[in-house]
């Protein structure tokens, strides 16, 4: 059976070191903690590893749950006229917000869960297979028998903007409080949760609940205006809510995202992290309320940029930031993904966030 050369090293090196954890695996081979996964499982599927003792040695970073689907982006050459056909061109992808978090977690550097819900199709095997190749760990998606796997449609505008979204996601309301008991034993564990309002109303409320039960630090990302509303009006427990502009109008009227970061924080949100567009960020946490400003750069697509966003603020608050800097992170990972046709840069590594993240500027109300 033939091996490549760092197939072999990988292989030797776990062998000496049966209980390394990924992370040390890399590097001491040089490489990152997603490629050692990668090739972990290439070794398994030659029968060369039967045990993983050195990954029960460690916990996740970051247990994501919420949406896994399949992406179709179709691309008009002109801007949208309604009622009338238009030319432009088509492609597929994987998607969902707690998927797209996962992935940019990991090619951060950071171990990782998914816990979500796919139909048994070939969606579903695309998807968790392309998600687990990046280095995600997919063990706790499920595979539906019934239903099939939720998908995204987005038609953007020549310059990037979305101009329609139609999300047909009902496999994902399998995602239930039901799954909170399933899956505790790996939600305790993590360091930080992060869970999207794909999830079910009765999910976000148990897990909400039993974060603060258990002092879990628990993040949350609002999706759209119409998931929004899945919230319980107490957010005591939610330790990052992440929402836009219109989202949180959407709720609490027209007002100002500094007055409707401090609505969400009295509905008992820790710290609120609101986006507008290319508009500075409101970042409202312990020390007030800090706008952190956007960098001009060129648009290629915006899709994806939330979810990056959330990631780079998740990394950098398990590197032990503070919000306002973690949103500076956010700020970075997001404008290296719109600049990208992918959901997910590929361009996006720990070292250019932190360093693009000391030249965002902000401004203290």
Known sequence: ????????????????????????????????????????????????ILGRAYVFAESPAVTCIGGAVLDRILRLDEYGIPHTSQPGTSSETRGGVARNVAENLAQLGEIVKLISVVGNDDAGRSVIEATSAIGV??????????????????????????????ADMGIIDHLDAQVIDRDWQHIVSSRLVFADTNCSDSLLSVLIKRCLHNDILLAIDAVSIPKFRRLPHNLKGVEFLFCNLDEAQSVHGDLSPQALAQQLHLRGAKNVVITDGARPVTCLCESGI?????????????????????????????????????????????G??????????????????????????IQRT
């Open 137 to 166: 760990d997919t063990s706790l998606v499920e595979r539906k028998s019934t239903g099939v796997t939720g998908t995204y449609t987005a038609i953007m505008q020549p310059d990037g903007e979305l101009y329609l979204g139609v």
């Open 290 to 334: 800090t706008m952190v400003q956007i960098p001009k750069t060129d648009i290629v697509d915006v899709s994806g940029a939330g979810d990056a966003f959330v990631a780079g603020f998740m990394h950098a608050i398990l590197g032990e930031k503070d919000p306002i800097e973690a949103t500076k992170a956010g700020v970075v990972a997001a």
């Open 1 to 48: 059976m033939s091996l490549t050369n760092l197939e072999t090293r990988l292989l030797a090196q776990i062998k000496s070191q049966p209980f390394a954890t990924q992370k040390e695996l890399g590097e001491a081979l040089g490489i990152s903690r997603a490629s050692v996964a990668n090739y972990v499982d290439r070794l398994q599927s030659k029968g060369l």
């Open 336 to 361: 290296l993904t719109v600049q990208s046709e992918m959901r997910n840069s590929p361009d996006l590594t720990a070292q250019v966030v932190a360093q693009n993240a000391q030249m965002i500027e």
